[in-house]
């Protein structure tokens, strides 16, 4: 992300808005790369919730300032898991931001909360390794 003056608060900090939309921007990768696919969600008539969200603006930035974001699966429990985010400035490493969601997988027919594959549970398996 570029920031741009509208992006930012009267502090000089990340609006929350704009973090969130990174965060959920980002958040379909780690997903995918912890083996909730889309394609098992559109075969299972499974979709990807979010239930809640923190939002830590941690830094102030500049307009023009390049962001990089990293995020990573921080944990499950049962039929939820975490997932943290960090925004950092790529000029010298500064976190700008950082949060964490708590997601989860529904049916879309019963709107329920269902399982987490397979596939997730191998990825996170292979995370404690």
Known sequence: MIVATDDLDAAGRLRTDRIVACFSDGASHIWEHAGVTTAWLNTNNHGRVSVEMKVQP???????????????????QGRTFRLAHTLRSLEDGRPVARGEACCLV????????????????????DQSL
């Open 106 to 125: 529904m049916n879309l027919e019963t709107r329920r909360a269902v399982p987490l594959p397979e596939s997730f549970t191998n990825y996170m398996a």
């Open 58 to 76: 941690v830094a102030g930035v500049e307009p023009g300032e390049v962001l990089g974001m990293i995020s990573r699966v921080a944990g499950h």
